[in-house]
């Protein structure tokens, strides 16, 4: 099984939608942000860790926890309409970030939870998962999860009409 079939999902959503601007919190080794940069006008990424990877060009790169870049970044920059979240996998900081997002975020923002369906209780250990499985049930926007393991939850916030 393929752990990061996410990258193609983001990839396909980015083709698809051609945000003004994405941002990626959690960063690990190969960050998504690598095929999804292409399609987007602005870029960028939330880490606490260095950068052990090539940085895209046009790309920026926050070195800092979410509640930094929450803090002190996220009003500085365009209102993200495409989020890919995959920082730390509690619950408790997931849905923290989650409502820091909906206070920036753009209209009918698209956001990606990575590991909200782990495939067996083992994943469910902080270094897996954890229990992030746990926050769609928790939030009141409109969402789906792909139940294929390590799971992502896409949700739409500050949804606007259909027409």
Known sequence: MNDNW??????ALANI?????????GLGSTPALHSVAEFCVETFGVDHSECKF???EGCTIFKMSTDEFFAEKAKTIPPPDLVFVDADHRSSQVLVDLQHLAEVCADNCIVVCH????GGENYTQDGHCSDSFRVPD????????IPVHPGA???????????
């Open 17 to 25: 939608l051609r945000p003004a601007c994405f941002v990626e919190l």
């Open 115 to 118: 590991d909200t369906y782990p």
């Open 153 to 163: 939850t896409i949700f739409r916030m500050k949804p606007v009409g259909r027409v």
């Open 54 to 56: 090539e940085i895209p």
């Open 138 to 145: 928790l939030v009141p926007w409109e969402h789906v999860t």
């Open 6 to 11: 996410h990258k193609v999902l983001l990839n």
